[in-house]
């Protein structure tokens, strides 16, 4: 499986939470591409992929809002680009509402996706200094059931991610 995430952030939390999902004989490839306007033009990478043996392409791009109707908008915008090419059925795309921290934010709060500012409400809980080091620790450490169940974006994710188990 191919990953593509637009930051550091992202590529460190997919590293260490897929093979907790799927095994750790997973082959998993995530790249960062950059903004979330750069995921649209992955088609051609997504294919180099594809024709490489990699199953399918997941795409996580960070909302930025809760509000719904934005939300799904940017969904539907990049599933034409890939409905343009042919990639429709290979490749997932997953909005993370309202960016990767909620999600880690879970595992303090119940409502991890109501909150406006997640990265300073997740700093209140872990410090304020995320690095790559510490989002791996606390992906290693995340319980998934808990957060899986107060995160309806990262449920939705990894019910994806299971179908491939």
Not at 9 to 22: G, N
Not at 57 to 70: M, P, R, V, Y
């Amino acid at each position: 499986m191919v990953f593509f995430v637009e930051g550091d952030i992202e590529k460190v939390f997919l590293e260490t939470l897929v093979p907790r999902i799927l095994g750790i004989e997973v082959t998993l490839r995530v790249v960062r591409v950059g903004s979330e306007a750069a995921l649209s033009t992955t088609f051609f990478e997504t294919i180099q992929f594809l024709e490489s043996g990699y199953s399918a392409a997941f795409l996580l791009f960070n909302t930025g809002t809760t509000l719904t109707d934005i939300i799904r908008n940017k969904d539907q915008r990049l599933k034409k680009v890939f409905q343009r090419y042919g990639l429709a059925k290979f490749v997932h795309i997953h909005a993370v509402v309202p960016m990767l921290e909620a999600w880690l934010l879970a595992a303090y709060c119940e409502y991890p996706e109501r909150s406006e500012h997640p990265q300073r409400d997740l700093a209140r809980y872990v410090g304020s200094s995320l690095s790559t080091r510490k989002i791996k620790k606390l992906t290693e450490e995340l319980s998934i059931e808990l957060t899986r169940h107060r995160a309806k974006s990262l449920n939705r994710f990894i019910t994806a991610l299971e179908a491939f188990k």
